[in-house]
Nanobody, 125 residues
Framework: QVQLVESGGGLVQAGGSLRLSCAAS????????MGWFRQPLGKVRAFVAA????????YYADSVKGRFTISRDNAKNTVHLQMNGLKPEDTAVYFC??????????????????WGQGTQVTVSS
């Protein structure tokens, strides 16, 4: 089992920044691809970004490319999502997820094995 706890959400004005963090515990953190997903109210959960297990390779949804940056620290069992240039359409509950499979470019949430409880991000216009 892997336990994931997100933090860092909140209310921010359009154009602002937030940094989400996800702390992992349980099994060896570096054995997992880590991803961020988001779910706006009444909509399906969607892929945001993912990072490979050890080589630092990353992959982003087109809607956040150039604005969001995912990073991980395997020594501290943490993954971060730096969000700059936030827009009202970025408003959602953001979830951290872990996947034991090898491919970090798969965007289907059903491929991820463990999930955090989510953190709300609200961007006002």
């Amino acid at each position: 089992q892997v336990q994931l706890v997100e933090s860092g959400g909140g209310l921010v004005q359009a154009g602002g920044s937030l940094r989400l963090s996800c702390a992992a515990s349980g099994r060896t953190f570096s054995n997992y691809v880590m991803g961020w997903f988001r779910q706006p109210l009444g909509k399906v959960r969607a892929f945001v970004a993912a990072i490979a297990k050890n080589d630092g390779n990353t992959y982003y949804a087109d809607s956040v490319k150039g604005r969001f940056t995912i990073s991980r620290d395997n020594a501290k069992n943490t993954v971060h999502l730096q969000m700059n240039g936030l827009k009202p359409e970025d408003t959602a509950v953001y979830f951290c997820a872990a996947r034991s499979g090898p491919y970090y470019m798969d965007t289907n949430p059903s491929l991820y094995d463990y999930w955090g409880q989510g953190t709300q991000v609200t961007v006002s216009s």
